[in-house]
């Protein structure tokens, strides 16, 4: 009996010892499985990581050649706008007349008639002056207008005529001056003595000198 009991827990020994050295396996086991787990993380997020800079680095690479090709196209456009804007203006040079300084002169002679009629047209659209003190005032601001138009006409046909022509030109405008002022004196004695003599000796003087300012271009100016 006694035998037996010690047999028994001999054994029962044995089984613990034998459950105890399962439990160390297995705990080892696991230790060995999270050690290795642990150790493959690293490899795995390294090579996640090269995955992904790697597709950036291309994604990267395709915006730059992508940017690049845009960049070339613009700069192709750009080539081809001026090479077209340079092939019209050598195109619009080429179709130019070669008589274009006579239809410039043509134009100018056509300008100034224009204006003329302008400064008549304005002339006749003035307020009308009642008493005889703003009627002469008013003829002779128009005088002094028509006067400084002459003028000008006179500087422009210096630059268009040659000596010989202005020479003669001279002689005649030195003749128109003693007419005008012969015609408004003839004109403003009819009224010698009363309140519109001076008014109708600046009147005469305008009207000639706007009729000189037509004469003068149409005959003269190129």
């Known amino acids: 009996m006694k035998n037996n009991r010690q047999l028994l827990i001999i054994m ?5 010892v034998i459950l105890a050295a399962c439990d160390n396996s297995s ?5 060995k499985a999270d050690s290795a787990s642990t150790d493959s993380s690293p490899t795995q997020n390294a090579d996640d990581g090269a995955s992904n800079k ?3 680095e291309t994604d990267n ?3 730059e050649n992508s940017q ?8 192709n456009d750009l080539k081809d706008t001026s090479e077209n804007a340079s092939a019209n203006t050598n195109e619009g040079k080429s179709s130019a007349p070669s008589d274009g300084n006579s239809e410039v002169t043509e134009n100018r002679k056509e300008d100034y ?3 003329l009629n302008e400064m008549e047209e304005a002339d006749r659209n003035a307020e009308s002056k009642t008493t005889i003190p703003d009627m002469e005032e008013q003829e002779e601001e128009r005088y002094k207008k028509w006067d400084v138009e002459l003028n000008k006409i006179y500087a422009v046909l210096k630059e268009q005529l040659s000596a010989d022509q202005m020479n003669d030109l001279k002689e005649e405008q030195r003749d128109w001056v003693e007419h005008r002022d012969e015609a408004a004196k003839e004109a403003s004695l009819e009224y010698e003595g009363g309140s519109t ?13 706007r009729e000189r300012c037509y004469a003068l271009v149409a005959k003269y100016m190129k």
């Open 12 to 16: 029962l020994t044995v089984i613990f």
């Open 27 to 31: 705990e080892e086991s696991n230790v």
């Open 54 to 56: 790697t597709s950036t």
């Open 61 to 63: 690479n395709k915006t």
């Open 68 to 75: 690049e090709d845009t960049y070339d196209n613009q700069s």
């Open 113 to 115: 008639l224009q204006k």
């Open 197 to 209: 003599e001076s008014l109708e000796y600046v009147a005469t003087q305008a009207s000639l000198t």
